[in-house]
């Protein structure tokens, strides 16, 4: 469960890149010492005492006017809207600047909590220089060096405590999102599964640009639909309020039970639908592959075997995902959204008692054991399942590194027979059984 989004934000050269990538801990942001070399947002996921949450990078902010600065800010601006929480970084050997007057004074009309991390303090001779920072209203400064990683444990701990208290085990029923690429019928889908008008429809690319919760109650069952804005391979986003609107339904599908991935029917199947659905698997989300748009399709008795075989061809690692064909515009098997909704959302909650699990396990070791490399075998000496949706099972094994990717996909489809996991993706781990 995603906690939080934290914008980082600054002037130019104050070292943002550098803190970003120490927080999601891997080298995303270009970092150098040229005033503006990020322009645009950036995106990463970082993870602290168990809490997962978003952090955007973003351009320099600076009064002088410079080649790009509308388009910064404009940035920045969206960034703020989006975040729970802004990281403000400042440059503890320069003081206090204009610039990072007019920066504080943006932030405190963005109404956010603010925490304030004076970059660059290096060695405890430069400690006294954080308290000149107190003078821009914003709280107790932290002294970091992004350099070195001095202090951002400590940014972390203020960032976790700043994000807003949820309730994870409050109850609102299965909450699935529609996703999928701009203008393939999300929103008529919503229509249609509600059967009323909640949500704007229109053929205009790009018309709905955030994510809509919207709980119902059908046969007593409670559910939350979520409304994404479609989602467009990243090299093929343009628009600022459209960047924006990606990382909304990335973070949707993340809140999501379950994700319906829908497939143009009238266009066919596109290059940039394998990215869309690729954030749902990376996820670990069940999927329900929805071809929309039946009606629009000619067709004989054999149609709906050849699209299926398609489908499965172009993406081979949703072969767990069930295909509907539907259509929003004359509610064509909609109905059934809604109980193979049920049907994959208890397949990802599914457990399996360990002595059932451990015969399945050994049962496809005596049927087919695994081939032999450098003169040994991969021996499963005993399995357990350690989480669900998705589900994950560990196999305690002689030589972790013996399990080849497609004996551990032989393994899987034994599962499969065995328990169904319709929908659901799949999680084996190796551990050495020492």
Known sequence: MIRGVVAV????????????????????????????????????????????????????????????????????????????????????????????????????????????????????TLQA?????YALGLGDPIAISGAHGIGIGDVMDALIASFPQRDDNEQE??????????????SSLVNAVLNEERVIVSAVEGTTR?????????????????????????????????????????????????????????????????????????????????????????????????????????????????????SALTRQRVAALLPLIEEVYSYSQLRIATNVLNEVIMDAQLTTPAPTHNGQRLKILYASQVAVAPPTFVLFVNNPELLHFSYQRYIENRLREAFGFDGSPIRIVARSKD
Request: no cysteine; charged share 30%; proline share 3%.
């Open 173 to 186: 029923g299965i909450r699935f999102t529609f996703i999928g690429r701009p203008n393939v019928g999300k």
């Open 9 to 124: 934000v600054g002037r130019p050269n104050v070292g943002k890149s550098t803190i970003f990538n120490r927080i999601v801990g891997e080298r995303v942001s270009i970092v150098e010492d040229t005033p503006g070399v990020t322009r645009d947002r950036i995106y990463g996921k970082a993870n602290w005492l168990t809490q997962d949450f978003r952090v955007i990078d973003t351009g320099g902010i600076q009064l002088e006017d410079q080649p790009f600065q509308k388009e910064i800010q404009a940035q920045v601006e969206i960034a703020l809207e989006e975040a729970d929480t802004i990281l403000f970084i400042v440059n503890g050997r320069d003081g206090v600047t204009a610039d990072d007057e007019f920066i504080a004074g943006m932030l405190r009309r963005a109404g956010k909590p603010v925490i304030l991390a004076v970059n660059k303090i290096d060695d405890i």
């Open 129 to 133: 220089n954080i308290y000149e920072f």
């Open 210 to 326: 955030d994510a809509v919760d919207t709980p119902f109650e059908r046969d007593g069952k409670h559910y939350v639909v979520v409304d994404t804005a479609g989602i467009r391979k990243r090299g093929k986003v343009y628009e600022n309020v459209e960047k924006y609107s990606v990382l909304r339904a990335m973070r949707a599908i993340e809140r999501s039970d379950v994700v319906l991935f829908v497939i143009d029917g009238e266009s066919g199947i596109r290059e940039q639908d394998k990215h869309v659905a690729g954030y749902a698997h990376e996820a670990g989300k069940p999927i329900i592959i929805v071809y929309n748009k039946w009606d629009t399709v000619q067709k004989d008795e054999k149609t709906m075997n050849r699209v299926t075989e398609e489908i499965r061809k172009q993406f081979v690692y949703l072969s767990y995902a069930p295909v509907i064909f539907v």
